[in-house]
């Protein structure tokens, strides 16, 4: 196991106990942490890659403790980077805010019904 395996492997361990968080894949078969059914963190060939706000992912990229994630389409997600391995000890907590984030990011599932109600109120 690398040292990005263990370190995605503990993060996963205290992130599972936290409620609505489950195993899963993001981007095909990468093995992720999913809230709500959404993906917010995954290892994608070795590195750590969290789903952050956009401004978050510039600050990071800035500092060079991040690049920009491309799903391999030839254009980077402007919510998504890949974290830099030299700041492992700060994994973590940006996973950790990757977590928070998506989690207050994902709406209340509506059903049809709800929205034709609601055009109706006005």
Excluded: H, Y
């Excluded at 974290?83 to 709406?107: K, N």
Aim: glycine letters at 10%; a positive charge.
């Amino acid at each position: 196991m690398t040292s990005a395996e263990a370190s995605f492997a503990t993060i996963s361990d205290r992130l599972l106990r936290e409620p609505g968080v489950d195993e899963g894949t993001g981007f095909g078969a990468n093995p992720g942490l999913r809230v709500g059914g959404k993906i917010f963190a995954m290892l994608v060939r070795g590195e750590l890659v969290l789903k952050l706000p956009a401004a978050r992912c510039e600050v990071l990229v800035f500092a060079d403790a991040a690049v920009p994630f491309d799903r391999g389409q030839g254009r980077p997600l402007r919510e998504w980077v890949v974290v830099s391995d030299e700041i492992e000890s700060d994994w973590p907590a940006l996973a950790r805010e990757s977590l928070e984030f998506v989690r207050g990011a994902t709406p209340p599932r509506r059903g049809r019904g709800d929205r034709q109600s609601s055009r109706r109120r006005r």
